[in-house]
C-alpha cells in the first residue's frame, strides 16, 4: 500500500474520529439539570462544536471523493487541507472559550474533552497535506 491510500485512509479516519470525540459528551452526560450546561458547553466559541462537526465531515467527504474523478483531483486535495486547517482552528477556538460550569465537577472527565478533540483533529489536516502532496508529486 502507497503513502498516497494510507495518507487518505487515515484523513478519513481522523475526521470521523473528531467527530465521535465531540459527540461523546452527549452520550456520557445525561440528566436534566445538564442539559442547558451542555448546550452552553457545545455553543462556545465563534462556531460552537456544530462548526467543527460541519467541518470534519466535509473534509472526510472531500477526501473520500477526490480519487471518483469527477473534478480536478488537484483542487479537491487542496480543498481537503484547508478544511483539515479549518477543523483544527474552529476546535481550538471552541476549547478555549469554553467556560467551566458546575458539570465539569461531575464530570471530571470534560475538563480535557475539549483539548482531546482539537488533539484528534491534527491529523485531518497533515493526512490532507500529505495525500495532495502525494497526488500532485
Known sequence: MELRDISRRA???AGVVTVLALAAPYAVVSGGEYATQLAGYYASGPL??????LFALLGVVVIASVERGNLDPGTLAGVAVMLGVATTLSAALWATAIEPTTMFADHRWLEWHARAVVALSVPLPASAAVYARELLA
Open 48 to 53: 460552537g462544536a456544530a462548526g467543527v462537526a
Open 11 to 13: 484523513g478519513i479516519a
